[in-house]
């Protein structure tokens, strides 16, 4: 079965290259891949890739935490 959203994905080589891409730095890029469940992934839509740029508004570490938990 053909997936459109494929076509749309747009791929790194690395985390780092991808920090590069979004002018952030790393530490920043796996706090914001954490927080939006994206960890593990070198391919995202324009969607994705539009929250890993936005700065994130401070969350609490409490929230933080039960997000990782889940």
């Known amino acids: 079965m ?8 747009q791929s790194f080589e690395s985390l780092t290259a991808l920090a590069k891409e979004l ?3 790393r530490q920043t ?18 969607e994705e890739l539009t929250l890993l740029k936005k700065r994130q508004k401070k969350v609490s ?3 933080l935490k039960k997000l990782t938990m889940n």
């Open 29 to 46: 890029l796996y706090k914001r891949l954490e927080i939006n469940n994206l960890k593990g992934h070198l391919s995202f839509t324009k």
């Open 2 to 9: 053909y997936n459109e959203n494929l076509d749309n994905l």
């Open 23 to 25: 002018k952030i730095s």
């Open 61 to 63: 570490k409490l929230i």
